[in-house]
């Protein structure tokens, strides 16, 4: 168990819509990160979160946002979803910079984009 | 520039050792660490070694860093069924939680 959790577990949309996806930290995790898991590749880094600010981000487009809030929860917005868009997203969750840097994972949302 | 590589595919006999292989290219990072995905899951922290270190041990796992020729690899010992999973070794960048994940290795092991 590490404590993060996301939700939804899985979901389905089609080609435009938007989605919201949720993560809640683990207490006292104040940076957040968000990755793209396609099928059958690693997760790729979209951004990281700290203090409630965008600390990071990585190769994606800016239909790609996010917040994190007082309580350090995190949610995943992505607009006119594409058919690419179909991955499971992760939620990772850690400490002050500095340390081991060892990043807590959710077990991910499973979005498909029909 | 920022990648890191690894073989797709491991099948090993039960209680064999299993060594997963990884190289990197990103000269900065401070960490390097294995994780392990089971089906539908998330992954999971196995070890991870600092990069001024060249080898880590932890009960049946063991790190091997060779920082000169930036390659990465983990050693399983009597390897178990329960070890079947997609491993992925990343790589921290220096200052930041921004991880560089490899591929993954698929690990089978066969009773």
């Known amino acids: 168990e590490t404590g993060v959790t996301q939700s939804p577990t899985h979901l389905i949309k089609t080609r435009g819509q938007q989605v919201t996806l949720r993560c809640s930290s683990q207490?006292?995790?104040?940076?957040v990160s968000w990755y793209q898991q396609a099928l059958g590749q690693g997760p790729q880094f979209i951004f990281q979160?700290?203090?409630?600010?965008?600390?990071g981000r990585g190769n994606f487009p800016p239909r790609f946002s996010g917040l994190q809030f007082p309580n350090y929860s995190s949610e995943l917005n992505v607009n006119a979803l594409e058919l690419d868009d179909s991955a499971l997203y992760l939620c990772?969750?850690?400490?002050?910079?500095?340390?081991?840097?060892?990043?807590?994972f959710g077990e991910g949302s499973r979005l498909t984009v029909l | 520039g920022e990648d890191v590589e690894q073989s797709l595919f491991l099948s090993v006999r039960e209680g064999d050792s299993s060594v997963i292989n990884c190289t990197y290219t990103?000269?900065?990072?401070?960490?390097l660490y294995w994780y392990k995905q089971e089906p539908g899951a998330g992954l999971q922290l196995l070890t991870y070694?600092?990069?001024?270190?060249d080898m880590k041990q932890d009960q049946r796992l063991t790190v091997l860093l060779n920082k000169k020729d930036k390659h990465l690899s983990l050693r399983i010992a009597d390897t178990q069924t329960g070890d079947s999973a997609i491993y992925f070794c990343?790589?921290?960048?220096?200052?930041?939680?921004?991880?560089?994940f490899g591929t993954g290795t698929r690990l089978k092991v066969l009773a």
């Open positions: 070694i600092f990069s001024n270190m």
């Open positions: 990772a969750t850690s400490g002050e910079l500095g340390n081991t840097g060892e990043l807590f």
């Open positions: 979160y700290y203090r409630e600010e965008e600390n």
């Open positions: 207490s006292g995790h104040n940076t």
């Open positions: 990343a790589e921290s960048i220096k200052e930041t939680y921004k991880y560089i």
């Open positions: 990103d000269s900065s990072s401070t960490y």
